[in-house]
């Protein structure tokens, strides 16, 4: 199993996780054709209820058998599929090609082969490397795989500066050190990570470089008292979990001021 996949549960009969890996080969080959149809058209509406209905059932199904990596992809697919739907028409981004990239990293999730499909495996904007640049725009802390890569495939298809980082020590090492000049980065910060949590990373800025980031934490607690937390702390806004990547473009566009 990878890294976002726990061993199966031992409760389960003999048979029923090959069973369901096997359906599972099926459901990519679906999903890689409603990716070939949205590359096509974008606003494709039954491709998107589709879409929108094998996200759901991923997102319920795949936990429960130990790959909980592809739950999370799913529901922030899902998230993301359900905006699509309700603004068809609105270009966020290229859906064919966020389409296919979620069947590619769902199928290296479950260890699976990626099914083929008509269409290129990368998006058609632009990619910029974030090591090659001094500031960057956006600086994205998330330890969770599936929506770290969610949101840095939308950081690049929209063309922003931006840097990643999984473990929150060296994050703050990073942050501390980084000359940003008379710029003010957007930080995208998990509150839950481990070893060191976001608000400690807040905490540790607010003393040494009041000022210099502009904080959005990211959580799966959106109650109004973990929200207030942040917020009376001097945190710009919240952004909760599951995160639809619509929402989350149009946000960090207003956010970085583009």
Known sequence: MGADAAPPPSELPPGLLEEYLEGMRAQLGLLADLADRLAA???DRDALDALRRETHKIHGSAGSYGFWGASRLAAGMEATVK???ARPDDRDVDRGSLARWFVVRLAETMKLEVPETRRADRPSGPVLRAELLDVPEVVLVED???L???LEFGLRSRGYRFTAFRNGRDALDWLLALDTGDAHP????????P???GYSIFAA???ERPGTYRVVFTTVHGDESEQLR???AGALDYLVKPISLRVALEKIRRWVGR
């Open 148 to 150: 770290a890569e969610l």
């Open 144 to 146: 969770d795989p599936a």
């Open 230 to 232: 942040g917020l009376e």
């Open 41 to 43: 058209r974008g606003n």
């Open 195 to 197: 070893a060191l949590d």
């Open 186 to 193: 957007l930080l995208l910060l998990d509150v839950d990570l």
């Open 83 to 85: 905006d699509w739907a």
């Open 205 to 207: 800025l607010q003393r």
